[in-house]
């Protein structure tokens, strides 16, 4: 290659010579210089997803000169950055990132530019893979009964944008973990449902590992209950009073889940219902009792649920027993008569039941007798007889 050459004037000569004067020019042709890259570096280490930074200085005798500088970064980018006029140094960066860590060390090269010459200098570098890091990670449940299913999510970054990744899931309770293989620029990730069979509390564990083996853990712990059960009836029975008196109602049931509470309610068979009556955890006895308006046997059901949601029945018949009424002493209206003359016997009677029904018979005494009929709730009667004999007779009324 030629050197350029720049004209310089480097005198005005003037000489006295016999009378006669002789002015003189001349130039001399001074060489463009090549610059001179004197130290370089890159900032280290390198990570893949980093931009670094090329360092260097140079010199250029030439002051005037404007440079220009490129540099190959070894992964097929190429970036060109432009230094002010007398700038002899420079810190430049990566435009784009690395994207993969690299499997050999890559060759920068950095080229200092002048109008006419250049200079380059070359380093390595090997970019190193950088480990992923979970941004979040949880799970539908961390409290449940065995046979319920759950499900993770999570989440993470990776500056690494050509990474794959595989997640694998250990449930903490020794069944085999499972494992996930995911593409470049998948970053989050949900799990299948997974049921737990044992009871406890145990430690879930998730690992995000990329293609180069660096890997990152998350944690998070989960309780596994036995599921809740529903009561069992220990004892159960109703004794019978009479009609229109009180029978008895008596429970004991058992209960492992010992937090739960209880419910009970009452249909007596007689088309009444009680209302429902809660008790408190740790109760484990009921005792009630109801009027029968009559006799009859009646089917008792008494329904238990838990607070789970559990219910249980248990059923009981009863068979209150029949009061006989009692009656009052009669009235006689009039209290004599005489032949053909019409008596009227007044009287009233009590019993508890009810819904009983009667049928009043009154003996006048004198070998006839009449019947009436009294609905459920009628406590008095009366009945007419007109005699046809003088004499005196004894009057009885039965109900």
């Known amino acids: 290659m030629k050197a350029l050459l720049r004209p310089l004037f480097v005198c005005g000569l003037s000489i006295a010579m016999a009378a006669t004067s002789l002015v003189g020019s001349s130039s001399v042709a001074l060489a463009a210089t090549r610059p001179s890259i004197t130290t370089w570096s890159i900032s280290a280490p390198v990570y893949e997803g980093d931009r670094p930074f090329v360092t260097a200085t140079f010199t250029d005798p030439d002051a005037g000169d404007w440079h220009t500088v490129d540099v190959s970064w070894g992964d097929n980018s190429y ?19 690395y994207v993969d860590e690299s499997a050999t060390a890559l060759t920068v ?17 090997t970019v190193l ?17 065995a046979g319920q299913a759950v499900t993770a999510t999570a989440a993470f970054k990776d500056s690494g944008a050509a ?45 995000v590992t990329d293609n180069a083996g660096a890997s990152a853990t998350a944690t998070s ?108 002493s009669l009235s006689l209206s009039p209290s004599s008569v005489v032949d053909h003359q019409t008596l009227t016997v007044s009287g009233s009677f009590t019993d508890p039941g009810t819904a009983d029904t009667f049928t009043v018979t009154v003996e ?27 004499g005196p007779v004894t009057i009885k009324a039965t109900v």
């Open 79 to 97: 970036d060109t950055y432009t230094l002010a006029v007398g700038d002899r140094s420079f810190s430049v960066q990566k435009s784009v990132p």
């Open 109 to 125: 090269q950095i080229t200092v530019n002048d109008p006419i010459y250049s200079n380059s200098r070359f380093l390595t570098v």
């Open 129 to 145: 893979n950088a480990a992923p890091s979970i941004t979040s990670f949880g799970l539908s449940s961390t409290d449940m009964d």
């Open 163 to 207: 990474d794959t990744h595989t997640v694998t899931m250990d449930w903490g309770d020794g069944s085999a973990a499972t494992t996930t293989n995911l593409a470049a620029g998948v970053l989050s990730f949900s799990s299948d449902a997974y049921t737990y069979t044992a009871v406890g509390d145990f430690t879930v564990t998730l690992t």
């Open 221 to 328: 712990s989960v309780s596994v209950h036995q599921p809740n059960q529903a009561p069992s009836v220990a004892s159960f029975g109703v004794t019978a009073g009479s009609e229109g008196g009180s029978s008895a109602l008596a429970l004991t049931f058992a209960d492992v889940d010992a937090l739960d509470t209880h419910t009970v309610s009452v249909a007596w068979g007689d088309g009444s219902t009680s209302d429902p009556t809660v008790l408190s955890a740790g109760v484990t006895g009921f005792e009630a009792s109801h009027v029968y308006a009559d006799t009859g046997t009646y089917s008792v059901v008494l329904t238990l649920a838990d607070s789970a949601g559990h219910t249980v029945t248990a059923n009981a018949s009863v068979s209150p027993t029949n009061v006989p009424p009692v009656v009052g």
């Open 364 to 390: 006048w005494g004198d070998g006839t007798s009449s019947t009436d009929s009294l609905a459920a709730g009628t406590r008095s009667f009366s009945a007419t007889h007109a005699y046809n004999a003088a």
